[in-house]
């Protein structure tokens, strides 16, 4: 049986790309703790023209998670479609995502993180 996936928005108070990070580390962690098969952080994706640097700065720290063993895997936004071998993976694992609201809409502002 697959657990739930947690939703967390680590932009909305705009902080900066470490503290963003602190917020994905802390939320692994709590997430593992409660059960979670997969978060789904929404971190933004740069709108302001800067360059999206939680966005960067996240899903580098996401790409280090996994090589280290610390998730299972993560989807970016622009992926997370029927289409995609991760995706259909992680259904697998959290049957949530088959209804999450940004599946198939490409949104470069969120990242998917399988447990």
Not at 11 to 32: F, H, S, W
């Amino acid at each position: 049986m697959s657990g739930y996936c947690k939703e967390v928005n680590i932009k909305q108070d705009m902080p900066e790309a470490g503290l963003a990070v602190r917020r994905v580390t802390y939320n692994i962690r709590n997430g593992k703790q409660l059960g979670a098969s997969a978060i789904k952080f929404i971190h933004g994706y740069g709108s302001t023209g800067r360059g999206g640097k939680i966005r960067t700065e996240v899903r580098r720290y996401l790409t280090e998670q996994k090589r280290r063993g610390q998730i299972r895997d993560f989807i970016t936004g622009e992926s997370f479609s029927i289409f995609d071998e991760a995706t259909r993976g992680a259904f697998n694992c959290c049957d949530d995502l088959r209804r999450d609201s940004d599946l198939e809409r490409h949104n470069n502002g969120i990242t998917i993180v399988v447990l």
